[in-house]
């Protein structure tokens, strides 16, 4: 998992609630990834910033928000919006925006009671 | 639209034998291609990384190939170990987009006694 880091590991929501899940490195990397996995499909990109106070959408916005005011932390937010927030959340990050490899942190497991 | 299909789904392999895992892309301009182990509820894990030139790259008991002719990938594993229980993820970039990464759905390995 290299230096990067997500908490909660196991998070329970409620139908209507915001919860925010936590991503941090210490690898000084420029970009930070946010991806969402569910049971037997690819990774997907939810959001990515390539610098400090700037992200971009991917392929699933929709019903999440980002913020990236530190260069060490890129915290999730999954909004009400989401009709189907239940699954496993990555955190990844890669020295720049380029070709280098992305290091994922160990994840956190999203459950909506 | 880039793809990445992985075959098999899953498999099922006894203690000490070797197996093969499938990759097949359709990313276009071709960048680089990676596998990535994840142990279930961990972060995917580096194991290889291949460009265009490059057909085949070893990491201990793993050994991925890549043709990059016939757009195909394969990792193969050697004298199998139960650690090597997981999922194996192929990951193909694109030279027109930046760090934005393909994944394919995974195999999931399970390596009995």
């Known amino acids: 998992d290299g230096g990067i880091t997500q908490s909660p590991k196991y998070l329970f929501r409620k139908e209507g609630q915001n919860v925010t899940l936590s991503c941090e490195q210490n690898l000084n990397h420029d970009a930070m990834y946010w991806y969402r996995q569910d049971p037997g499909q690819g990774l997907r990109l939810i959001y990515y910033?390539?610098?400090?106070?700037?992200?971009q959408k991917g392929d699933i916005a929709e019903g999440y928000s980002v913020s990236r005011e530190k260069k060490e932390s890129f915290p999730l937010t999954v909004t009400s919006a989401q009709k189907n927030p239940t699954a496993f959340y990555l955190c990844?990050?890669?020295?720049?925006?380029?070709?280098?490899?992305?290091?994922f942190g160990p994840g956190t497991r999203l459950t909506v009671l | 639209k880039n793809q990445v299909e992985q075959s098999p789904q899953s498999l099922i392999i006894l203690e000490g034998k070797n197996c093969t895992l499938q990759?097949?892309?359709?990313?276009?301009?071709?960048?680089?291609l990676r596998w990535y182990k994840q142990d279930t509820g961990r972060g995917p894990v580096s194991l290889t990384i291949?460009?265009?030139?490059?057909n085949t790259k070893s990491n201990g008991r793993y050994t991925a190939t890549l043709d990059a002719d016939t757009k195909q990938s394969s990792l193969h594993i050697t004298a199998s170990q139960l650690s090597d229980s997981a999922s194996y993820i192929c990951?193909?970039?694109?030279?027109?987009?930046?760090?934005?990464?393909?994944f394919g759905g995974g195999t999931r390995l399970m390596v009995k006694p």
């Open positions: 990759c097949n892309y359709t990313v276009s301009p071709f960048s680089n």
């Open positions: 990951v193909v970039s694109a030279n027109n987009a930046g760090n934005m990464l393909t």
């Open positions: 291949m460009t265009f030139s490059e």
């Open positions: 910033s390539q610098i400090v106070n700037d992200f």
């Open positions: 990844a990050s890669s020295p720049s925006d380029g070709y280098n490899e992305q290091f």
